[in-house]
């Protein structure tokens, strides 16, 4: 079993303006990006689950020449809101890192 962590040299989140939160996920070599990049357990539907947003919203862009993978959904509420838990949505990444690769 595989783990997004052990085939990735850097895995972050961050806010993409107030409304999205993006992924940029840098696999360790072109072997693995080729390999992982369109894996299921990257998918929008596997996004929706885990981060509880609309699957057709979440964007997938892979970036071959990076050797990353760009994935981003709108967020819940407004960035600063009321209910606000991570304004810059640097914690937001933890979860994938044991996202199981098929």
């Known amino acids: 079993m595989v783990k ?41 539907a596997q996004f929706a689950r885990l981060y509880g947003t609309d699957p057709a919203r979440v964007k997938h862009i892979p970036v071959a020449d990076l050797e990353m993978v760009k994935i981003s959904y709108p967020r819940a509420t407004p960035q600063g809101g009321m209910v606000e838990r991570d304004m810059h949505a640097g914690q937001q990444y933890v979860r994938l890192l044991d996202v199981i690769l098929d």
Request: positive net charge.
């Open 4 to 44: 997004l962590r052990d085939v990735c040299r850097h895995v972050r989140s961050k806010q993409a303006g107030p409304f999205w939160i993006t992924f940029d996920i840098f696999f360790d070599g072109r072997e693995n990006f080729e390999r992982y990049s369109q894996s299921a357990a990257l998918s929008s």
